[in-house]
């Protein structure tokens, strides 16, 4: 089955730290990958995603590579603010339909000035 | 990208009342759209998929009789929790998939006192 494997926090780091968040999974076919964001109190919102090996995702400083043959799709910030204290989700689509997307169990990240 | 739309974002209710959340896709058709709960510090569990025109298809040990979900157009799904109690209290999202990635409503903290 598919299953995603994030690292689990909380992830304390000051600001201008860097930030490697990793996230493996198990599918089968060729999933999308997705990192999704969290703030206190709100939905998610979908931060970056790969469609097919080797994508490189990024947005608002994030980067993460959907790597095939390690099957990874680790999140990385060079330089974290504050504003970036948060929950991060890994999660996988398998691509085929309606179906719900398969999330790992989270990463809450505090970044202190 | 798609906007989804969930109401009410809060809602304070007595013990024994029905509290009834709704889910709205904007800017697209879903006819399929997925409930997930959220307990405190944890990942999104998944309720149930909501399937436009038919009866919602409830994941393994979720009370159907208790969490009543009606698709009854393309837009709209709703979430009724019915006889709420303290135990129920948690946070609600729904979200939609027109393109491999989810979309997420705001999530509705439900508390039952």
């Known amino acids: 089955g598919n299953s995603v494997t994030q690292m689990e926090g909380p992830v304390t780091l000051s600001e201008e730290a860097f930030l490697t968040i990793n996230c493996t999974y198990t599918a089968t076919g060729y999933p999308s990958l997705f990192w999704y964001v969290q703030y206190p109190g709100e939905g998610l919102q979908l931060l970056l995603k790969a469609t097919k090996a080797d994508d490189k995702g990024s947005n608002k400083g994030f980067e993460a590579t959907y790597r095939k043959e390690t099957t990874s799709f680790h999140l990385e910030k060079g330089s974290v603010q504050v504003s970036d204290s948060a929950v991060y989700f890994c999660?996988?689509?398998?691509?085929?339909?309606?179906?719900?997307?398969?999330f790992g169990k989270g990463t809450r990240l505090s970044v202190i000035a | 990208g798609a906007v989804v739309s969930q109401h009410p974002s809060r809602v304070i209710c007595k013990s024994g009342t029905s509290v009834k959340i709704e889910c709205r896709s904007l800017d697209f058709q879903a006819t399929t759209m997925f409930w997930y709960r959220q307990f405190p510090k944890q990942s999104l569990m998944l309720m149930a998929t909501s399937n436009e025109g038919s009866k919602a298809t409830y994941e393994q040990g979720v009370e159907k009789d208790k969490f009543l979900i009606n698709h009854a157009s393309l837009t709209l799904s709703t979430l009724t929790v019915t006889s709420a109690h303290p135990e129920d209290s948690s946070f609600y999202i729904c979200?939609?998939?027109?393109?491999?990635?989810?979309?997420f409503g705001q999530g509705t903290r439900l508390t039952v006192v």
């Open positions: 979200s939609a998939t027109p393109e491999p990635e989810a979309f």
């Open positions: 999660a996988l689509s398998p691509n085929s339909g309606n179906t719900p997307l398969v």
